[in-house]
């Protein structure tokens, strides 16, 4: 199992932040590997839903099947997929807002992941997921802070 938890302080209000998280069709705005979806993507995060997305990692595309577990608006996401080759992988997100409504905004993106393939590479898949959380925050910080 191969698990990685990245936290970002975004100058942005928890609202504005979550106007972009909580959209699944925003996901290419923000998540680095995000290619698009399989059919018709999700119009929001459902708890039960499943929708298929394609994404790129070790520079090949693949397509993960998504189920949404939770959903606290405003505050909180966790999502499980099947992947290729018996891959397992959950990810949620979690806001934070500051005191008093205030800034900054506490976003952490957690992204785990089980199988056989990922025992031997582990040490690659950390590498990847770190990659893909450092892109994935510093795009998120662009669309929600307007820089």
């Known amino acids: 199992m191969t698990a990685l938890s990245t936290t970002a302080q975004l100058d942005a209000p928890l609202a504005a932040v979550w106007a972009v ?17 399989t059919g018709e993507g999700p119009a929001e995060l459902v708890v039960g839903d499943a929708f298929v997305e394609q994404i790129g990692v070790f ?61 031997a590479l582990g040490t690659l898949v950390r590498k990847e997921f770190a990659s893909v959380q450092r892109e994935s925050l510093a795009m998120l910080r662009r669309v929600v802070e307007g820089a």
């Not at 998280?21 to 698009?36: C, D, K, S, T, Y």
Request: cysteine-free.
């Open 59 to 119: 520079g090949v595309d693949a397509e993960l099947r998504w189920t949404v577990r939770e959903v606290l608006p405003a505050r909180r996401v966790a999502l499980t997929a099947q992947g290729p080759m018996g891959i397992t992988l959950r990810t949620s997100y979690e806001l934070v807002e500051a005191p008093e409504g205030g800034l900054p905004t506490s976003f952490t993106l957690s992204m785990d992941a089980a199988g056989m393939l990922l025992v």
């Open 21 to 37: 998280v909580g959209q699944p069709r925003r996901l290419g705005e923000w998540v680095a590997n995000h290619r698009g979806f």
